[in-house]
């Protein structure tokens, strides 16, 4: 079974910093692109970051961009998202998701992590 | 950067209508979009991609049209768990942009 478990959310304060983990089993991850889509609380999805299966191809939002960085290590199925001079509006559920082979969509998700920036 | 919206934003419906629900991009994404189901509290699925490829394990009522600009969802005949909000994204280009969404509600 396909699973992938965030972690590394919490509270932060505003400039501050965090790096969130997604642990994958259940597929063989170096095969796999991979992102991040968050959604802040009431409000819609909206795609974060994406890495190719070898992690030489990263793709940021504009308004993360600098600050974000998109990360994986294939040999632990992990994948991570570092966060720096976070800001309030960048409070958000954070969603790792895998992307499909077939589809080239975001097949399968998490549970989630949620950061909150806030002093 | 490509922008993407949906129509409307509440959908409100009966278990048994036919519902369609309408995305539309900022310019052309020929037929690279998806469709994802979104419930309270629980992370997104995929239902439709490529336009209208029924993703694996998605009931037949689903079914997505269009091209270009503009793309719709399609539920033949509203079931009770159908009852959530939909988000359309594309894919032409590397940001993966969602639409705002369009939540349905039971009438």
């Known amino acids: 079974e396909v699973q992938m478990l965030e972690s590394g959310g919490g509270l932060v304060q505003p400039g501050g910093s965090l790096r969130l983990s997604c642990a994958a089993s259940g597929f063989t991850f170096s095969t796999y692109a991979m992102g991040w889509v968050r959604q802040a609380p009431g409000k819609g999805l909206f795609w974060v970051s994406s890495?190719?299966?070898?992690?030489?191809?990263?793709y940021y939002a504009d308004s993360v961009k600098g600050r974000f960085t998109i990360s994986r290590d294939n040999s632990k199925s992990t994948l991570y998202l570092q966060v720096n001079s976070l800001r309030a509006e960048d409070t958000a559920v954070y969603y790792c998701?895998?992307?499909?082979?077939?589809?080239?969509?975001?097949?399968?998700w998490g549970q989630g992590t949620l950061v909150t920036v806030a002093s | 950067d490509i922008q993407m919206t949906q129509s409307p934003s509440t959908l409100s419906a009966s278990v048994g209508d036919r519902v369609t629900l309408t995305c539309r991009a900022s310019q052309n994404i020929n037929s690279w979009l998806a469709w994802y189901q979104q419930k309270p509290g629980k992370a997104p699925k995929l239902l439709i991609y490529?336009?209208?490829s029924l993703e694996s394990g998605v009931p037949s009522r689903f079914s997505g049209s269009g091209s270009g600009t503009e793309f719709t969802l399609t539920i033949s005949s509203l079931q009770p768990d159908d009852f959530a909000t939909y988000y359309c994204q594309q894919y032409n280009s590397y940001s993966r942009a969602f639409g705002p969404g369009t939540k349905l509600e039971i009438k």
């Open positions: 890495i190719d299966y070898s992690g030489g191809v990263a």
């Open positions: 490529k336009a209208s």
């Open positions: 998701a895998k992307i499909s082979l077939a589809s080239s969509n975001f097949d399968s």
